[in-house]
Structures are given as structure tokens and as C-alpha cells.
């Protein structure tokens, strides 16, 4: 089975008692009139079952997929950082090559070659 990560505990074992519990009481208290009711608190249970489940699988699957997304965000970012740090040294050596050619700029000027 995957992981779980939703913040609360599986709720079946929970439906589990209460549909006990309801069972008790149906085989205690039943007749013609009462056994629809119970039916349907019973199908409404389990109603509620599939849509815990539901709601679980989602949030497992979200959780993974924020997992996913975290990772892919750090794998950018450092990658931004090597970007940055690359530009950071291109822009160091295009000063240097402008003072180079403001010295040669200069130096053709004092010669009255420019």
C-alpha cells in the first residue's frame, strides 16, 4: 500500500464500529417499519466510507505531488544560482573588455588615429 500522509487516521475502522453498533440495534429493535431506516443509516455509512476514501486518495496523491513540485522548485533554484553566478561573471568580463577598449579607444585618440 502507498504511504499515507492525510493528517488523520483511516475512519473505517470507525464506520466499522458504528455500523456494529447499528447492527446491534437492528437485531434488537427491528421490525417492518424500523428495518428501512436502518438500511439506510447503513448505506449512508458506507456512503461516507467511499468519500473518506476518496478524500484520502486525493489528499495522498496532492501530498506526492507537492513532494514532486518541492523537489522540482530545488532542483530550479539551484540552477538559478549557477545561472546568476555565470552572469555575475560575464558581466565581469564585459568591464573588463570595455576598459580594454576604452584604453585602446583612448590610446588611438591621443594618436589621432580615432
Known amino acids: 500500500m502507498a ?10 475502522p470507525i464506520i466499522d464500529d458504528v455500523v456494529s453498533y447499528i447492527d446491534g440495534f437492528r437485531r434488537e429493535f427491528s ?11 447503513l448505506s449512508v455509512l ?13 489528499g495522498n496523491e496532492e501530498y506526492n505531488r507537492a513532494e514532486e513540485l518541492e523537489k522540482e522548485r ?15 561573471y560575464y558581466e565581469g568580463k564585459v568591464k573588463e573588455l570595455e576598459k580594454e577598449l576604452d584604453a585602446v579607444t ?3 585618440t591621443e594618436r589621432g588615429q580615432f
Do not use: M, Q, Y
Not at 3 to 12: E, F, G, L, S
Not at 32 to 40: G, L, Q, R
Open 106 to 108: 583612448s590610446n588611438l
Open 74 to 88: 530545488d532542483e530550479l533554484e539551484r540552477e538559478n544560482k549557477t545561472l546568476k553566478a555565470d552572469v555575475e
Open 46 to 58: 458506507e456512503d461516507v466510507r467511499g468519500a473518506n476514501s476518496t478524500l484520502r486518495d486525493w
Open 31 to 41: 421490525n417492518d417499519e424500523t428495518e428501512v431506516d436502518f438500511k439506510n443509516a
Open 3 to 12: 504511504r499515507d500522509n492525510a493528517p488523520i487516521k483511516n475512519t473505517c
